[in-house]
């Protein structure tokens, strides 16, 4: 699965991602405002896509994807959807690393995986979660056309969460 924007190219995570990954997990930001994955190995990271992104693929049909830029394939970040136990709906996540936050690209992947979610998948509902004091990510999610509905809390979750919500558009 591939998904092309004007300046991204969007696939499933798999061999070869496992630097990236240690990179993006391990930033201070990630693990303050998504939490601390535990993958500090390349070893870690393999078992991270087997479990988490690859498990998505094989059981879904999606998950969270790989995005890098389209003119060099310079990893910059993931995302994609998940089909988390504890939401009803299917949640858009995302991440990406320090150095290009800014430059539009978190944007530009979300709409193309919100677009792959009403037309591929054929999804009714996207929603988003992020931590409270997360306001980049609260100011993207509103971009997208995502409404604030109110606050959860997850399973396992010390705190409170923001639950963002969006109907896809009729054609």
């Given amino acids: 699965m591939t998904i092309e924007t004007e300046r ?22 990630f693990i303050r405002n998504i939490g601390d ?10 078992e991270y896509v ?16 790989h995005v890098a830029t389209k003119e060099s394939l310079t990893p910059i970040g993931i995302c994609g959807l998940l089909k988390r136990d504890s939401l009803e709906d299917v949640d858009l ?6 150095r290009f936050w800014g430059c539009g690209y978190a944007l530009e992947a ?16 996207i929603v988003a979660i992020t931590a409270p004091h997360n306001e980049a990510s609260m100011r993207l999610l509103r971009k997208l056309g995502m409404k604030f509905e109110g606050t959860i809390q997850l399973p396992g979750s010390a705190g409170d969460t923001n639950l963002f919500g969006v109907s896809g558009k009729e054609t």
């Fill in 93 to 98: 996540g995302f991440a990406y690393l320090e």
């Fill in 50 to 65: 087997r479990k988490g992104p690859a498990a998505s693929y094989e059981r879904f049909g999606f998950g969270l994807f």
């Fill in 8 to 29: 991204l190219v969007i696939r499933y995570l798999g061999d070869g991602d496992e630097a990236f990954l240690v990179e993006l997990l391990n930033q201070p930001s």
């Fill in 110 to 125: 979300a709409n193309a995986v919100m677009e792959f979610g009403w037309k591929t998948v054929g999804l009714k509902r």
């Fill in 37 to 46: 994955r535990q993958v500090r190995t390349l070893e870690d990271a393999a």
